[in-house]
C-alpha cells in the first residue's frame, strides 16, 4: 500500500540556517510526489512537485526538493530560512488510476524559526 | 472565482445532528477532492469527483458521509448524525485536467473547521 512517512514532527532552526525536512514514501510504480505548506489557518499550498525526470527540483519560496530513487526519498531543503517560513509541510504521493489521483499524505512537520 | 471557496469556515454542532459543508471550486476544474485534517489520523482522502463519471468513494469512513456535486462545479459534503469523533477540519481542493498530468496539481481551499459537542 502506498505511504509516506515524515519522520520529524517538528524542527526548529534559526532564522537564516538552512533547512532539511525529511520524506519517505512506499510506492510500487513510479510516484508521483509533492511538497506542500500550510500556514495557520490556511489551506494548502503547493511548493512544488514532481512527475518524472530530473531529480533536483525548484519550487516556489526558494524551496528545493531532491528525489533519490534508491532511498524512497523526496527531502525538501532551503539554503536560508526567512521568520515568515514557519508552518507546516506536507509531503504527499499521488495515488491512482488513469491519471487522476487522490493525494496520500504524511502527518506533517511543523517548522519553527528562532529569530 | 479566484480559488477554492469553503463555507462555512467554522461550524459547530451537537452530536446527532447533521451538517453540510460546501465546497465551489476554481472555474473551469474537472476534478474535486474532499479530505479530512483531524489530529488523529492527519490528513486523510474522503472522496473524489471527476466530470459525470462515478465518484471514488473509497475514503469516507461511515455511511454517514456522503457528498454531491451538482452541475460539475459546486459540491456539498454531509455528516449525518455527527459524532465527537467527525471534528477536524475539512478540506476541498479542485484540478484543473486529470488527463494532463503535468497540470494535474490540487488547489486547496482553507477548509472547514466542524467541531461537533
Known amino acids: 500500500a502506498q505511504s509516506v512517512t515524515q519522520p520529524d514532527i517538528h524542527i526548529t532552526v534559526s532564522e537564516g540556517a538552512s533547512l532539511e525536512l525529511r520524506c519517505n514514501y512506499s510506492y510500487g510504480a513510479t510516484p508521483y510526489l509533492f511538497w506542500y505548506v500550510q500556514s495557520p489557518g490556511q489551506g494548502l499550498q503547493l511548493l512544488l512537485k514532481?512527475?518524472?525526470?530530473?531529480?533536483l527540483f525548484q519550487g516556489i519560496k526558494g524551496f528545493e526538493a531532491e528525489f533519490k530513487r534508491s532511498q524512497s526519498s523526496f527531502n525538501l531543503r532551503k539554503p536560508s530560512v526567512h521568520w515568515s517560513d514557519a508552518a507546516e509541510y506536507f509531503c504527499a504521493v499521488g495515488a491512482g488510476m488513469d491519471s487522476s489521483y487522490k493525494l496520500i499524505f504524511g502527518s506533517g512537520t511543523r517548522l519553527l524559526v528562532r529569530p | 472565482g479566484a480559488g477554492v471557496s469553503q463555507s462555512p469556515s467554522n461550524k459547530v454542532t451537537e452530536k446527532g445532528k447533521d451538517v453540510e459543508l460546501r465546497c465551489d471550486p476554481i472555474s473551469g476544474h474537472t476534478a474535486l477532492y474532499w479530505y479530512r485534517q483531524s489530529l488523529g489520523q492527519g490528513l486523510e482522502f474522503l472522496i473524489y469527483?471527476?466530470?459525470?463519471?462515478?465518484?471514488?468513494k473509497s475514503g469516507l469512513p461511515s455511511d454517514r458521509f456522503s457528498a454531491e456535486r451538482t452541475g460539475g462545479s459546486v459540491s456539498t459534503l454531509t455528516i449525518q448524525r455527527t459524532q465527537q469523533e467527525d471534528s477536524a477540519v475539512y478540506l476541498c481542493a479542485s484540478s484543473p485536467s486529470p488527463g494532463i498530468l503535468a497540470k494535474n496539481i490540487q488547489y486547496f481551499g482553507a477548509g472547514t473547521r466542524l467541531s461537533v459537542l
Open positions: 469527483f471527476q466530470g459525470n463519471s462515478a465518484p471514488d
Open positions: 514532481y512527475f518524472s525526470g530530473d531529480t
